[in-house]
């Protein structure tokens, strides 16, 4: 079945301890993203990658990492997460980045 | 920098009524627009998306979207609507090369039986 699978489902966290969400693709899929929802804003995009090692800043990318070493995985990665990083964060694949995108379940992220 | 609007939080119509829900988009070179549907605790689903070609898209779940571009819209549109259309819709757009995809911020559909 064609996927994408985040995970954890829920977090809560302290302020700046470090955590890595996991996001990872059973497609083939090129570009991959991460985006972040709030109430009244929509999604936002985070970061995206067109291709292995290849990745880019997307709106709202301070006090995020990402990286690309494997075109299936693609990790969200809050070295040192604060209050205002509390949000639902989903991760995306497509084949390319005009095409459809698959959504993964989301994750929500509480930093307390 | 792209944009996207979707002017109305909330819309609700009665079921079997026509729905529409609205999305305009910026100017920037040639746009490429997607609807996604999102139920409640699930990912983003993708509806349909309009890249070049006919003017009138159709998609799923018997969704269609008409691309105007004078007037820089994309409104998804039904002809009858089911209590199980009831659910958070964005509209996104995309330009040409750009890699970046930006989403509005969402409009509440709800389907009144």
């Known amino acids: 079945e064609a996927q994408v699978t985040q995970n954890p489902r829920y977090l809560i966290t302290v302020t700046g301890k470090k955590l890595t969400v996991t996001c990872s693709q059973n497609?083939?899929?090129?570009?991959m993203s991460w985006y972040r929802q709030d109430p009244g804003l929509g999604l936002r995009q985070i970061y995206y990658?067109?291709?292995?090692?290849?990745?880019d800043k997307g709106d709202v990318p301070e006090g995020y990492k990402v990286s690309r070493k494997e075109k299936r995985n693609f990790p969200l990665i809050l070295e040192s997460p604060s209050p205002n990083q509390t949000s639902l964060y989903f991760c995306?694949?497509?084949?390319?980045?005009?095409?459809?995108?698959?959504f993964g379940q989301g994750t929500r992220l509480t930093v307390v | 920098a792209q944009s996207v609007a979707q002017p109305e939080d909330q819309v609700n119509v009665a079921e079997g009524n026509p729905l529409t829900v609205k999305c305009t988009y910026s100017?920037?070179?040639?746009?490429?627009l997607f609807w996604y549907v999102q139920y409640p605790n699930r990912g983003l689903q993708f509806l349909l998306k309009?890249?070049?070609?006919?003017?009138l898209v159709k998609g799923s779940y018997g969704f269609e979207a008409e691309f105007n571009k004078s007037q820089t819209s994309f409104h998804l549109k039904k002809p009858s609507a089911l209590v199980s259309d009831s659910a958070l819709y964005f509209c996104?757009?995309?330009?040409?090369?750009?890699?970046?995809?930006?989403f509005g911020s969402g409009t509440q559909l709800t389907v009144l039986p």
């Open positions: 995306a694949s497509s084949l390319f980045s005009n095409t459809e995108a698959f």
């Open positions: 497609m083939n899929h090129e570009y």
């Open positions: 990658s067109m291709n292995v090692e290849v990745t």
């Open positions: 100017v920037s070179g040639n746009p490429y």
């Open positions: 309009y890249i070049t070609g006919d003017n």
């Open positions: 996104a757009q995309g330009v040409g090369s750009a890699r970046q995809l930006t």
